[in-house]
C-alpha cells in the first residue's frame, strides 16, 4: 500500500459512569503515520447512538481521500453497539471493526445488562454483524469483522496500518486522541 494512502480510525474514550457522555475522535493516518486530521463527538455511555455519533465524526471530517474507516470494537461506550453495516452505507467505503481479545461473543453480557427493549435493539444490531475474523499482524492477533471488503483485503488495510504491534496506527491515535479529550471535558466540568 502506497505511504500516503489514509485511513480514518475511531475509537471511544468513556466518562466514569453510565449515562455519562464517551468521547469519540476520528484521526486520519496515513499508511506511512503521519496524522493528517481529527474530530470528535460524544455517545451516551449505556445508550444506542454510537453509530449515529460516527455518522457525524465522518460527516465533519469531510474526507474524500480516506480510504477505509477502522472502529475500535463493536461496542464503545458500555454496549452502544455500532451498525458496521450502517456505518459502511454513510462513509461509502469498507469498515472494519478491530477487536485486540478473543471473545465467545457479546450475548451473555448484553443479556446480563439489559432487558426488554434495551436488550432487543442491542441484540438485532449485535446478530446482524459480520463474523469476526482473525488475522495475525507483527506476531500479534486481532480480531476483525468487515463490511464493505473481503477478509484477504481486510487483512491488507490491518497490515498496512499496523507499523509495529498489534494495534492499527488510526486506533492508536483515535484511542488517545479520544482519551484526552475526554480528561479535558471532565476538567472543564469541574471548573465550572
Not at 476520528?26 to 496524522?35: L, N, P, S, T
Amino acid at each position: 500500500m502506497k505511504p500516503g494512502v489514509r485511513a480514518v480510525g475511531i475509537a471511544a474514550s468513556d466518562g466514569p459512569s453510565e449515562g455519562d457522555p464517551s468521547v469519540l475522535c476520528g484521526a486520519v493516518v496515513r499508511a506511512d503515520r503521519v496524522v493528517d486530521g481529527c474530530s470528535f463527538a460524544t455517545c451516551t455511555v449505556g445508550g444506542t447512538d454510537a453509530t449515529a455519533a460516527m455518522e457525524t465524526l465522518l460527516a465533519d471530517l469531510d474526507r474524500e481521500d480516506v480510504r477505509d474507516v477502522l472502529v475500535a470494537g463493536v461496542a464503545p461506550a458500555w454496549f452502544n453497539v455500532v451498525d458496521l453495516s450502517r456505518l459502511a452505507d454513510a462513509a461509502d467505503r469498507p469498515v472494519l471493526s478491530v477487536s485486540f481479545e478473543e471473545s465467545t461473543g457479546l450475548e451473555a453480557a448484553l443479556r446480563e445488562a439489559f432487558d426488554g427493549d434495551a436488550l432487543a435493539t442491542r441484540l438485532e444490531t449485535y446478530r446482524a454483524l459480520p463474523p469476526r475474523s482473525p488475522i495475525d499482524v507483527n506476531d500479534e492477533t486481532v480480531f476483525v469483522r468487515a463490511v464493505g471488503c473481503d477478509d484477504e483485503e481486510a487483512t491488507r488495510v490491518v497490515d498496512a496500518f499496523t507499523p509495529e504491534g498489534g494495534r492499527p496506527e488510526p486506533l492508536r491515535v483515535a484511542r488517545l486522541a479520544a482519551r484526552g479529550a475526554r480528561r479535558w471535558r471532565e476538567r472543564e466540568d469541574e471548573d465550572g
